[in-house]
């Protein structure tokens, strides 16, 4: 009875100071001992297993955009802003390491646009103008992410190439979540290094010279002409918090700082003043940007998920901004939602903006861009996503599709279509 | 603020309705070109992961 005593409080003893090593973390090496808590076959926590380079996902985004208004700047804040543009971007993440421990991904992407914009004709007087351009933008990033700690930091590099405008940008970013996973804190660095070609309405360009372009999307008629660039240089501190509030609901807070220096405006937009003279816009060569917004996702039931965002902008040239819009996605079927989607937007007037025949010739900064208008705007539309787990039409690696109609409208009677689809592979 | 401060913690098996991929905190993949457009038009830009001024000759 004694040996089976002892035998009893033995064990017990044993499996004390198991559960003791399972729950404080061991100062000693680990070793390869026996013990009757370890389930056979479970790897430790401190084996690595990399996978080597392969590819994670691939992202394909198509969007038709065609647009029509009555204030192009080109013209001095009247006359059509008819456009039309192709965007196509592809995006390739590559990873490789140990999903459970470090993880490395490598993201490139290459974008494609083409537009046509028929105020773009009268960049030379008699509207003979290119109305098409292109532009073409590559970029890439290398993120690291420790799985164990819950933090990530990486780099990423972007360039963007048409006629009149070049880009090269750069940035660093870094997240960490809190001890709980529950809680994410991220941060990114930017910059973009650019160059405005000073391509000007034909009507400002001395008959002497003989690298004559009137085109603000490449004359069309073999001219190789020397044009001079003039530097525009944009920095950005962004920082946001993600919170899960509890099982159904999860808020984001995002906050951006953005410093601008350089030629701020664009050489082809004409201002008419009061006088009926016309000149090129003039704006300050500095801006500052605060846009302050927030998101919350909330799971209604169990087939609504509630998209809500608000953001808040102002900056120094005296616009103020309010932007809000709510999604809501109807799962029809676990693979199949429809969400139907309205976005508003309204701001103020930049202090720098008349419309035509409305700035004084003694004003220092002046601009009929409509960009810079007072107006409010209204964007609504629906999407579909579409997610079974056999793939889409039955191809096993086209994870996802969505496709997505929005119309805009804004008090200045501007108003466009947008049409988009995404294929996800994976 | 009283939200954040009465979060629950969970468990990642609690996660599930979290974890779907349209409550995912940031924008649609297919809304990425919208973006742009909407930056073109409009004076504000940012706090929203995209185009917060700077690589086109646009904001």
């Known amino acids: ?426 | 603020m009283m939200s954040v401060s009465s979060c629950v913690h969970l468990k990642e098996y609690q996660k599930n309705r979290i974890n779907d991929a349209e409550m995912a905190l940031g924008n649609r993949k297919v809304e990425k070109n919208e973006l742009n457009f909407q930056s073109y038009r409009e004076a504000a830009s940012g706090a929203n992961a995209g185009k917060t001024g700077g690589g086109c000759g646009c904001n």
């Open chain 1, 1 to 426: 009875m004694r040996k089976v005593y002892l035998s009893i409080v033995g064990f017990s003893l044993l499996c004390r100071l198991n559960v003791s090593a399972q729950i404080k973390q061991d100062s000693l090496p680990q070793t390869t001992g026996i013990s009757l808590f370890k389930p056979i076959g479970q790897p430790e926590p401190s084996e690595y297993h990399p996978r080597g380079l392969h590819i994670d996902e691939i992202n394909l985004v198509s969007s038709y955009y065609w647009q029509n208004g009555d204030h192009s700047a080109v013209t001095g804040g009247i006359g059509t802003e008819k456009v039309t543009d192709i965007s196509n971007g592809l995006d390739l993440k590559m990873v490789w390491g140990d999903p459970k421990v470090k993880q490395n991904s490598l993201t490139v992407g290459i974008g494609f646009d083409h537009h046509t914009s028929a105020s773009a004709a009268y960049v030379n007087l008699s509207g003979a103008s290119n109305t098409g351009g292109s532009r073409i933008y590559p970029s890439i990033d290398w993120t690291r992410e420790n799985v164990k700690k819950g933090s990530s930091f990486g780099i990423g590099a972007y360039y963007s190439g048409e006629y009149n405008y070049q880009s090269l940008g750069a940035d660093v970013h870094f997240s960490q979540k809190t001890a709980d996973k529950n809680g994410e804190f991220t941060a990114k660095v930017q910059a973009y290094f650019d160059q405005v070609k000073m391509i000007y309405p034909s009507e400002f360009i001395p008959q002497s010279t003989s690298t004559v372009v009137t085109s603000a999307s490449g004359t069309g008629e073999g001219h190789k002409a020397n044009i001079p660039s003039s530097p525009r240089n944009t920095y950005s501190a962004s920082l946001g918090y993600s919170q899960i509030i509890n099982s159904r609901m999860q808020v984001m807070f995002l906050v951006d700082g953005v410093a601008q220096n350089g030629y701020l405006g664009l050489p082809f937009h004409r201002v008419y003043f009061n006088t009926g003279k016309d000149t090129i816009e003039h704006l300050p060569s500095n801006r500052f940007k605060l846009p302050v917004g927030v998101r919350l996702n909330y799971f209604l039931g169990d087939n609504i998920i509630l998209r809500s965002y608000y953001r808040y902008y102002m900056d120094s040239w005296g616009v103020k901004s309010n932007t809000a819009g709510l999604e809501t996605a109807i799962k029809v079927t676990p693979f199949f939602s429809i969400s139907p989607f309205y976005r508003y937007y309204d701001q103020t007037a930049a202090k720098y903006f008349a419309p035509y025949e409305a700035h004084s010739p003694t004003d220092e900064y002046y601009t009929s861009n409509y960009e810079y208008a007072q107006f409010h705007a209204n964007f609504y539309g629906v999407g579909f996503r579409v997610a079974p787990p056999k793939g889409v039409f039955g191809w096993q690696n086209l994870h996802d599709l969505e496709l997505r109609y929005g119309h805009y409208s804004q008090t200045t009677d501007l108003v466009s279509n947008v049409v988009s689809l995404s294929l996800g592979f994976k």
